[in-house]
């Protein structure tokens, strides 16, 4: 672990080093800027790097404003500003009276301005209010009526309920009178038969007579008992009729007293809006008197001022100064101290060990190489030994000499004109680029200079406003109130009710988060991917150590099956190169050091084929929907979720939208309401475009060395160890707007010679050994850290390239992809009611907003610094010649410092990787990663003479080409193309 001196020491000297950059950048003189060969949209550029410096000085995120806000504020802070100038002005009595009272008019009509912007305001708000309270006032009645209406439906059902019970109850009684009635008549029947049977007259009369009474009291009971039966159910009914009017009426008297106090409601709501609006109004002439006061007084003030004043400001302005050099002196100092440090250190170094990246002449003629061309090594010594002593002695000297000496921006390599390379060629960069920069912006060269430090300065003190007003703390306890007080019923998330996350986009953050998510008994995943089914495309994807953490943290088994095609490099050689000399310039110990450090397996590749089929094998069937291109979403009142609206018309409902569907993402324009490509997509182009391709490649140290950034003025070549034999290159060239490309494959790649032709050999030869059509190119873009753009509102969010795209230079896209999918599901598994969707989101922001900003700012200043600092070296014993032709080694204030920087930056690279890998979920132990990166390179052995032996065979038998074509796989990059260009034509 760096301790904390010497991390300061590092901050000083980065600092320091800032300050000498400006103070060169201001000297330059206007023809030199205009003269250069190179620019990238400066004010983009340097608003984002503002954007960064920001981000570190942020402690939480801050809300966006509404527009009328920020007005308000603008207004507010220049009367600030004003009143403050105002008062400095005390410190100047011999200014001209007219202009104090042209400054007194121009402050109270700023302060009568803001007060008329606020009046609006606080008219705006009270006529919300009011709509507000009408709007209520309507619900309320509406929903009196509503119950009203199903009370008195209630009672009448009630009502036709109890009749027809009555009726039944009737019937029945009806229908057992007769029963009684038919069986009594029967036996009657039966005793007169039994009369007729009688053997005397008297007997069968006196028979008859008794069944003649028992027929008649047979039907005198029954029409009694129907009698009995029809009056209780007519007083039944009536009691029916009496309670269901009095149901009514009760009802109707409810619906009355609920509508007057609904009546009340409003107009109690109107008379706190005005009284509200009345406050506000009374405040705010208050204010303006107040203002006005401090205005004419503060003027006053000035007049009255007498020459003593004068002391005052001298014996201020020493104290100022001493205040000053007080600050500074931490800076500066140590910034000295470690130049001259840097300086000692050079002679006292070891000569730099030569780079070893090509093929022996053994190993190119088995591969079936062409010969290398003859041609004549440079004089790289040309003064004599005591001419050599004199240099190194006087080499510090020299050093302070070129900041003076130099006086504009380094002569770097100029890139062949597209006239000298005969090729069908493509526009790169998008059409409406051209409109952010105007001509005078398009002929400066990009600079970390004037505009980057002044909006820097200006990023942070727009943090420290933001922060200081409570505006945005406010805002989201508004926000709170008003979904607690518009909140339908709670919808608990359960195990049979599971909250539904859709994904959108199946990139390597899609595919993660679907896995994590679909492991979680209460949640639902469906993942849509526009790709109507899988392909292998793309080449190798780096995955640094806290990558490996998170995906290991997340699943094992996914973990596994990915080491079995994974190759480690972060343990092995990797730095930067001289690429005029071919010599190591500066190693990245660093990445190894701080995984030992965490106990982290090291960073290292794997193909993007089989990393995607990895993680679809790994979840579960069904969760995947091909050939859903997401176009719209729509989130759903009440907490009731979110509709999702693919391009061919189908609809998806979920509780959770993520979109992970890249830099253009149709999410993210819909969420910050902006263009999905173009100017005013948030994306601005990074001023380069990268080219890359890969072979199987042998080079003599292909085993001891993971990559090397070959680095030179204006571009960079990076080569990296791939597995299985394979040698990858990206190829980072300066491209100013409006230039081209050519398309053709073939003719990419001799542009690529070109741009790197004059540097280390062992590029041409990699170049040379490539197969032509596997040479791809795209343009590079990125975005600035969104400080004021949430990447949640509601139950939608952002992951990955959709709310942070970044420079490749740190290899941590997919990485900061990964961990947002790890921090969504820490922020998702524990929830139990749909309610929480929202705040869970905002919590996953602002919990990963500072990290991943900081990684972005950390990528892009990567990149600029390589382009628009890094040159050839220069090198003392090489004395003020340039023995490569001028800009090639010659003393200028650039190559002078990037001398010297290699002494400094494993300090710096330390700090770098120790943050990158100090987010870890997962750790090992030391004898685990040993044991894991044992048996990967044992494989990667393996597979890598296999391949080389394959290839040998191909040359013997010559096939070669046959061969190439089976390793060829189609291009990431025009992927990437294709879907940017679907975009286009959308």
């Known amino acids: 672990m760096v301790s904390q001196k010497s991390a300061r020491k590092l901050v000083l000297a980065i600092l320091g080093a800032v300050v000498l950059h400006s103070i060169k950048r201001w000297s330059a003189s206007a023809e030199a800027e205009s003269s250069a ?57 011999r200014m001209r009276l007219s202009e104090v009272e042209k400054l007194e008019r121009e402050e109270i009509q700023t302060a009568r301005s803001a007060e008329r912007l606020k009046e609006k305001q606080i008219a705006a708000e009270e006529q919300k209010a009011k709509e507000r309270a009408k709007e209520m006032e309507r619900k309320e009645k509406a929903q009196i009526e509503k119950e009203e209406k199903q009370a008195k439906d209630k009672i009448q059902s009630e009502l036709e309920a109890t009749k027809a019970n009555i009726q039944k109850k009737e019937k029945q009684a009806v229908e057992e009178a007769r029963r009684v009635e038919r069986d009594e008549k029967k036996a009657a029947r039966e005793m007169e038969k039994q009369a007729l049977q009688a053997k005397t007259d008297k007997d069968r009369l006196a028979a008859e007579e008794a069944s003649e009474t028992a027929f008649n009291a047979a039907t005198e009971k029954a029409e009694k008992a129907i009698l009995e039966a029809q009056s209780i159910s007519e007083e039944e009914l009536t009691k029916a009729l009496e309670k269901a009017e009095d149901a009514r009426t009760a009802a109707a008297e409810k619906a009355e007293l609920l509508e007057k106090a609904a009546v009340e409601k409003f107009e109690t709501a109107l008379s706190q809006a005005a009284e509200t609006a009345e406050r506000a109004e009374k405040d705010a002439v208050f204010e303006e008197e107040a203002v006005e006061q401090a205005v004419v007084e503060t003027v006053d003030a000035i007049e009255k001022e007498d020459l003593l004043e004068e002391n005052q400001l001298l014996e201020k302005a020493k104290v100022a100064l001493s205040a000053g050099w007080t600050f500074a002196a931490p800076l500066v100092i140590p910034g000295i101290f470690i130049a001259l440090y840097a300086v000692l250190a050079s002679f006292s170094a070891p000569p730099p060990e030569p780079c070893l990246g090509a093929e022996s002449e053994e190993t190119r003629k088995m591969m079936g190489r062409q010969e290398r061309p003859k041609t004549s090594k440079a004089n790289m010594d040309p003064w004599n030994d005591e001419k050599k002593r004199m240099a190194a002695v006087g080499s510090g000297a020299m050093a302070v000499a070129a900041v003076l000496m130099s006086s504009g921006p380094v002569s770097g390599f100029v890139s062949p004109s597209s006239a000298k390379l005969t090729s069908r060629s493509v526009q790169r960069m998008a059409e409406g680029a051209k409109a952010q920069t105007t001509p005078e912006q398009s002929s400066k060269p990009s600079t970390f200079g004037r505009a980057t430090l002044a909006q820097g300065a200006v990023a942070a003190v727009a943090v420290a406003a933001v922060r200081r007003r409570s505006v945005g703390c406010l805002a989201k306890k508004a926000s709170k109130v008003i979904r607690l007080a518009t909140k339908a019923k709670s919808s608990k998330i359960t195990g049979a009710d599971p909250l539904h996350v ?29 790709a109507s089914s899988f392909q292998r495309f793309g080449g190798p994807i780096q995955l640094a150590s806290n990558a490996l953490s998170t995906i290991r943290d997340i699943d094992e088994g996914l973990f596994e099956e990915l080491m079995k095609r994974f190759t480690f490099t972060g343990y092995r050689r990797n730095g930067l ?61 009440n907490n009731e979720g979110v509709k999702v609206f693919t391009q061919d018309g189908k609809e998806y409902q979920g509780d959770v939208l993520i979109g992970a569907d890249g830099i253009w993402s149709a999410t993210r324009a819909q969420m910050w309401n902006e263009d999905q490509k173009g100017p005013n997509s948030g994306c601005t182009y990074s001023g380069y475009i990268v080219f890359a391709g890969e072979t199987i490649y042998k080079p003599e140290d292909y085993f001891d060395v993971g990559y090397k950034v070959y680095m030179g003025p204006k571009r960079y070549f990076v080569t990296s160890d791939v597995g299985r034999g394979r040698i990858q290159w990206y ?79 740190l290899g941590q896209g997919g990485g900061q992809a990964m961990e947002d999918a790890h921090c969504i599901l820490q922020k998702l598994k524990d929830l139990t009611d749909r309610s929480q969707v929202p705040d869970a989101l905002q919590d996953y922001y602002r919990s990963r907003i500072l990290r991943a900003s900081a990684v972005q700012g950390l990528s892009r200043l990567a990149s600029d610094i390589l382009l628009g600092t890094f040159t050839f070296p220069w ?50 132990t030391k004898d685990e990663v040993q044991k894991l990166v044992e048996e990967v390179m044992d494989r990667h052995k393996i597979e890598a003479h296999d391949a080389w032996q394959r290839r040998q065979q191909a040359v013997e038998k010559g096939e070669v080409e046959k061969f190439e074509e089976e390793c060829r796989q189609e291009s990431f990059f025009a992927l990437v193309a294709q879907v940017a260009g679907g975009i286009d034509q959308k």
């Open 731 to 809: 190829a980072f060239v300066a491209v100013a707007e409006g230039e081209e490309v050519p398309s053709d494959p073939l003719e990419k790649r001799e542009y690529v010679k070109a741009a790197f032709q004059g540097w280390s050999p062992q590029i041409a030869d990699l170049l040379d050994a490539t197969p032509a059509n596997t040479v791809e190119d795209r343009s590079l873009y990125d975005r600035p850290p969104s400080l004021f753009k949430s990447w949640a509102k509601g139950p939608v969010a952002l992951l990955g390239d959709a709310c942070h795209a970044m420079m490749p230079n």
């Open 875 to 924: 090198k003392p014993e090489e004395g003020l010649s340039a023995p490569y032709g001028k800009g090639r080694g010659d003393v200028s204030y650039e190559s002078v410092v990037v001398n010297y920087l290699k002494y400094i930056l494993p300090a710096t690279f330390t700090g770098q990787f120790t943050f990158l890998y100090s987010f870890h979920p997962f750790k090992w």
């Open 502 to 530: 859709i994904i959108s986009g199946a990139g390597v953050g899609g595919l993660l988060l679907a896995k994590a998510l679909s492991k979680e008994p209460t949640i639902k995943v469906t993942l849509l991917e526009q």
């Open 577 to 637: 190169v001289d690429a005029l000399r071919s010599e190591w310039y500066c190693t990245f110990d660093a990445m190894k050091d701080a995984a030992d450090l965490f106990d982290l397996p090291y960073t290292g590749v794997v193909d993007r084929p089989d990393l995607q089929e990895i993680m679809l094998k790994a979840i579960p069937a069904g969760c995947l929907s091909n050939s859903q291109k997401v176009s719209r979403y729509e989130v759903l009142p």
């Open 37 to 93: 060969t190179f620019s990238l949209p400066q004010a983009v550029r340097s608003a984002a790097a503002a954007s960064m410096v920001a981000s570190m000085l942020a402690s939480s995120p801050a809300l966006a404003e509404e527009d009328g806000l920020k007005s308000l504020e603008s207004k507010l802070n220049e009367r600030d500003q004003g009143i403050e100038r105002l008062t400095e002005e005390k410190l100047r009595p």
